[in-house]
């Protein structure tokens, strides 16, 4: 039959999942393995980093249950961003990994921005300076594991480690080592006098190449093992958040709205831009950068709110359409797990005002679907402001997506029309477009997310509900925030306090 698919690699926090697309971007087979997570204290989050190869291994067997693996053109990998795991000169981990939400570095951060300085790190890296990328976590391995480090022959993220167990070679995407907040991103290349200046080099760090180029090559060893044909070309590709933006075809003046745990939006822009409404990533395509905003706290509420005062998902949906926009006057700012963009802020928490004895569990969920589209709104806003082109259009993916009643909101909040992806998959999409290309099936990735991303539903904002939600949103919730942030900050460190002497009766 030829080589009719490619094979895209999601091994994201939770699992791997191996999806084989065809050329029209359809899923033809796929597998998948989970990936356990170990958490040895509260807020500290790793991984054995042998797993993910045992999770890409296993999927890419349950793959062959379904498809000859001779039909495969080029393979891909995306993953979760600045996890990263230190390894020997033979690739095997020292350690376990440590995630992008572990937030043991907390004093690394506040001594690097004293070292190093917010705007400095911001201006280089396209970052601001927290726990999330993977620079402070370092930190703290230099000081708290010095053995490890000592031994260590590379720091390698995700995306390295799986293409060094497939190919041999210590090599890395520019769009995968960049969460690491060490690449000097203006530049594409590791900021070397940074690392200097941290008592890191260069050479500690897998060699970086485009997204999109061939990598490297599946080994004669790795072949035997996962069953993919030796020799198959292996593609550079991207962090998941890149990914998706490209597998739901955010180009020019669209931006891909992820409405998962968390809601991720990202635009492509070809100038190297920064803002405390964004952080800025090199994109999944050479040259361009991608510019992102993170509600960490998506659907996560959603859950939450479920889990812990009951209800059905799909009775509270139904209850919550019939309630009028702005929920009789209950407004919720959702930082139910800190404040990342535009704020920053880890002490930030969650709001909500307006309570009346009108109120029921109806009028909290739609609060919180609300919330969630103002917050994206004054986040987009911020976008639109730095780079002076309006969004045209979101592209919705991830479970929040299949909820008529958010997508709808989110189109009333912002005043900009939405679809849905075609597919649940546009993170392992993305990956399957780069490897497409580098197959020679199209000339570059615009042409390959054209003719392999696709959408279904359109939400169009209702002139009546936006004019609502325009008032509450320029009359309230922009205030909300910051005009509580103080009060917050001194019941944040009262918390803590009580936390500590609940610690100490304990004891």
Same mark, same amino acid.
């Given at each position: 039959?030829?080589?009719?698919?490619?094979?895209?690699? !999601?091994?994201?926090?939770?699992?791997?999942?191996?999806?084989?697309?065809?050329? *029209?971007?359809?899923?033809?087979?796929? @597998?998948?393995?989970?990936?356990?997570?170990?958490?040895?204290?509260? #807020?500290?989050?790793?991984?054995?980093?042998?797993?993910?190869?045992?999770? +890409?291994?296993?999927? +890419?067997?349950?793959?062959?249950?379904?498809?000859?693996?001779?039909?495969?053109? &080029?393979?891909?990998?995306?993953?979760?961003?600045?996890?990263?795991?230190?390894?020997?000169?033979? $690739?095997?981990?020292?350690?376990?990994?440590?995630?992008?939400?572990?937030?043991?570095?907390?004093?690394?951060?506040?001594?690097?921005?004293?070292?190093? $300085?917010?705007?400095?790190? #911001?201006?280089?890296?396209?970052?601001?300076?927290?726990?999330?990328?993977?620079?402070?976590?370092?930190?703290?391995?230099?000081? #708290?594991?010095?053995?490890?480090?000592?031994?260590?022959?590379?720091?390698?993220?995700?995306?390295?480690?799986?293409?060094?167990?497939?190919?041999?070679?210590?090599?890395?995407?520019?769009? =995968?080592?960049?969460?690491?907040?060490?690449?000097?991103?203006?530049?594409?290349?590791?900021?070397?006098?940074?690392?200097?200046?941290?008592?890191?080099?260069?050479?500690?760090?897998?060699?970086?190449?485009?997204?999109?180029?061939?990598?490297?090559?599946?080994?004669?060893? &790795?072949?035997?093992?996962?069953?993919?044909?030796?020799?198959?070309?292996?593609?550079?590709?991207?962090?998941?958040?890149?990914?998706?933006?490209?597998?739901?075809?955010?180009?020019?003046?669209?931006?891909?709205?992820?409405?998962?745990?968390?809601?991720?939006?990202?635009?492509?822009?070809?100038?190297?831009?920064?803002?405390?409404?964004?952080?800025?990533?090199?994109?999944?395509?050479?040259?361009?950068?991608?510019?992102?905003?993170?509600?960490?706290?998506?659907?996560?509420?959603?859950?939450?709110?479920?889990?812990?005062?009951? $209800?059905?998902?799909?009775?509270?949906?139904?209850?919550?359409? *019939? /309630?009028?926009?702005?929920?009789? $006057?209950?407004?919720?700012?959702?930082?139910?797990?800190?404040?990342?963009?535009?704020?920053?802020?880890?002490?930030?928490?969650?709001?909500?005002?307006?309570?009346?004895?009108?109120?029921?569990?109806?009028?909290?969920?739609?609060?919180?679907?609300?919330?969630?589209?103002?917050?994206?709104?004054?986040?987009?806003?911020?976008?639109?402001?730095?780079?002076?082109?309006?969004?045209?259009?979101?592209?919705?993916?991830?479970?929040?997506?299949?909820?008529?009643?958010?997508?709808?909101?989110? %189109?009333?909040?912002?005043?900009?029309?939405?679809?849905?992806?075609?597919?649940?998959?546009?993170?392992?999409? @993305?990956?399957?477009?780069?490897?497409? /290309?580098? %197959?020679?099936?199209?000339?570059?990735?615009?042409?390959?997310?054209?003719?392999?991303?696709?959408?279904?539903?359109?939400?169009?904002?209702?002139?009546?509900?936006?004019?609502?939600?325009?008032?509450?949103?320029? @009359?309230?919730?922009?205030?909300?925030?910051?005009?509580?942030?103080?009060?917050? #900050?001194?019941? %944040?460190?009262?918390?803590?306090?009580?936390?500590?002497? %609940?610690? =100490? !009766?304990?004891?």
């Amino acid at each position: 039959m030829g080589c009719t698919l490619v094979i895209g690699v !999601d091994s994201s926090t939770t699992a791997c999942k191996v999806i084989a697309w065809d050329a *029209q971007g359809n899923a033809v087979a796929e @597998g998948r393995a989970a990936c356990p997570l170990i958490t040895p204290r509260p #807020h500290w989050y790793e991984q054995d980093a042998e797993q993910w190869w045992a999770g +890409l291994c296993t999927a +890419l067997n349950t793959l062959w249950e379904q498809i000859d693996p001779t039909r495969i053109a &080029a393979i891909c990998i995306t993953h979760q961003r600045e996890t990263f795991v230190p390894v020997d000169e033979g $690739g095997r981990p020292l350690r376990h990994a440590i995630l992008w939400l572990d937030e043991r570095s907390r004093p690394q951060v506040t001594d690097l921005q004293q070292t190093i $300085g917010t705007e400095h790190f #911001h201006r280089l890296t396209g970052k601001p300076l927290t726990t999330n990328p993977a620079l402070p976590k370092i930190v703290w391995l230099m000081q #708290h594991e010095p053995e490890v480090v000592e031994r260590t022959a590379k720091f390698l993220d995700v995306h390295a480690f799986l293409v060094h167990r497939l190919t041999g070679e210590f090599c890395t995407s520019i769009a =995968s080592a960049d969460p690491f907040g060490l690449v000097e991103l203006q530049n594409h290349t590791w900021a070397a006098d940074l690392m200097h200046e941290l008592g890191l080099r260069p050479d500690q760090f897998p060699e970086l190449v485009e997204p999109g180029t061939v990598i490297g090559r599946v080994s004669q060893q &790795a072949a035997a093992i996962t069953g993919l044909p030796a020799g198959l070309p292996v593609v550079a590709g991207a962090g998941d958040g890149q990914c998706a933006g490209l597998g739901a075809n955010a180009v020019a003046d669209r931006a891909s709205l992820n409405l998962g745990t968390a809601v991720v939006s990202g635009t492509l822009s070809p100038r190297y831009l920064t803002d405390r409404a964004f952080r800025t990533l090199y994109a999944p395509i050479a040259g361009l950068y991608f510019l992102e905003t993170v509600i960490q706290s998506g659907a996560f509420i959603v859950n939450w709110f479920t889990q812990k005062f009951g $209800g059905d998902p799909e009775t509270l949906e139904a209850a919550a359409a *019939q /309630v009028p926009p702005g929920s009789l $006057g209950l407004v919720l700012v959702p930082y139910w797990s800190h404040a990342m963009t535009p704020y920053w802020d880890p002490l930030a928490s969650g709001i909500v005002v307006g309570w009346s004895g009108a109120h029921g569990s109806e009028h909290f969920y739609r609060a919180i679907l609300e919330g969630i589209a103002f917050e994206q709104r004054l986040s987009g806003e911020g976008v639109m402001m730095a780079t002076g082109k309006p969004c045209r259009e979101y592209i919705a993916l991830g479970g929040g997506s299949r909820s008529d009643l958010w997508c709808q909101i989110i %189109a009333d909040v912002t005043g900009t029309p939405l679809r849905r992806a075609a597919t649940d998959e546009a993170t392992c999409l @993305g990956a399957g477009i780069l490897a497409a /290309v580098a %197959a020679g099936w199209y000339h570059d990735p615009f042409e390959a997310a054209a003719a392999m991303s696709h959408t279904t539903v359109s939400f169009t904002p209702d002139a009546r509900t936006q004019l609502i939600y325009e008032q509450l949103y320029t @009359g309230v919730y922009r205030q909300l925030f910051p005009t509580l942030r103080p009060l917050l #900050h001194r019941l %944040a460190g009262l918390a803590t306090l009580q936390n500590g002497a %609940a610690m =100490s !009766d304990v004891a």
